[in-house]
């Protein structure tokens, strides 16, 4: 368990939909990334937040925005869904603003019918 | 954009062959972290290297951070079944906070 949590699990949803994931990090973490893995693919950076701001900015949708509030945790939401949405989303937190180990969550699955 | 590649993308191995994958930044990096993955899990932090040419071992698992900064290796002797998963390479560019995580190799030990 790396003391990242993120909810929910598994979403199910339909192509112009809009969905909100959550993560909390670790305590004492306060950068948060988010992290795309579509089927059998690496890992697509999307964005980071440190302490309440975003820091740096990956291959992100503009359909697709997040914040991370002054509980440190994050939402990442995913709207006008399409199917090549689909995939594993990880939330990854960090102690510092960089250089750091990254700890992952169990990641949020999202299926787009 | 920047690219981080590994090679191969996949390799099958019988317990008890070494491995080892390989991971080319076409920038230089400012460290480097090794993550693996099992299958269904989500990624784990292995190891960081920041040296130039630096080396770091964990039991059977050997780390190499290239000379010029652009390049890495993971070298497994005597794989087991447990090391099954996809290995990942990653790390920031240099004046960056952003993170580019490797394509990974994926391993696959027959017993």
């Known amino acids: 368990d790396s003391g990242v949590t993120q909810t929910p699990k598994h979403l199910i949803t339909a192509t112009g939909q809009r969905v909100t994931l959550r993560c909390s990090p670790r305590s004492g973490d306060l950068s948060v990334y988010w992290y795309q893995q579509s089927l059998d693919q690496g890992l697509q950076f999307l964005i980071q937040?440190?302490?309440?701001?975003?820091?740096a900015k990956g291959n992100i949708l503009e359909r697709f925005s997040a914040q991370q509030f002054p509980d440190l945790h994050s939402e990442l939401n995913l709207s006008s869904l399409e199917l090549g949405d689909s995939a594993l989303y990880f939330c990854?937190?960090?102690?510092?603003?960089?250089?750091?180990?990254?700890?992952f969550g169990p990641g949020t699955r999202l299926l787009v019918l | 954009g920047q690219q981080v590649m590994q090679i191969p993308q996949y390799q099958h191995v019988q317990e008890g062959e070494d491995f080892t994958t390989y991971c080319n930044s076409s920038?230089?990096?400012?460290?480097i972290q090794w993550y693996k993955q099992r299958p269904g899990g989500h990624p784990v932090f292995l190891i960081q290297?920041?040296?130039?040419?630096e080396v770091k071992k964990q039991k059977r698992l050997t780390f190499q951070f290239g000379e010029a900064k652009k390049n890495s290796s993971l070298h497994i002797t005597a794989t087991q079944t447990t090391d099954v998963g996809t290995y990942f390479c990653a790390g920031p560019a240099s004046g960056t906070y952003k993170y580019i995580f490797g394509t990974g190799t994926r391993l696959k030990v027959l017993a």
């Open positions: 920038t230089t990096l400012s460290n």
């Open positions: 937040y440190y302490n309440g701001e975003e820091r």
């Open positions: 990854a937190s960090s102690v510092g603003l960089t250089q750091e180990t990254q700890y």
């Open positions: 290297l920041v040296k130039s040419g």
